[in-house]
């Protein structure tokens, strides 16, 4: 269990260092390029995740941390 959340955790680092580097990100299949908002927005997004793989909750314990 803890080796698939440090894996998970390695996939989602490399995915957002990607965003970063490329300023680009995918909606629907469709990529947009230089809007920060929107890489804040999936990056904000990919921080959620990365906290709910973190601390093997759901939504409560994020949404706490975030209290």
């Known amino acids: 269990m803890n080796a698939g ?3 998970c955790s390695i996939l989602l680092g490399m995915y ?3 965003i970063i580097r490329n300023n680009t990100i ?3 299949g469709a990529n947009v390029k230089r809007s920060l908002v929107l890489t804040m927005i999936q990056l ?3 921080l959620m995740i990365e ?3 973190v601390f093997g909750g759901g ?3 994020v949404f706490l941390f975030f209290r």
């Open 44 to 46: 904000g997004q990919l």
């Open 16 to 18: 957002a260092i990607y």
């Open 26 to 28: 995918t909606i629907a």
């Open 59 to 61: 939504f409560y314990i």
């Open 5 to 7: 959340r440090i894996l």
């Open 51 to 53: 906290l709910m793989v």
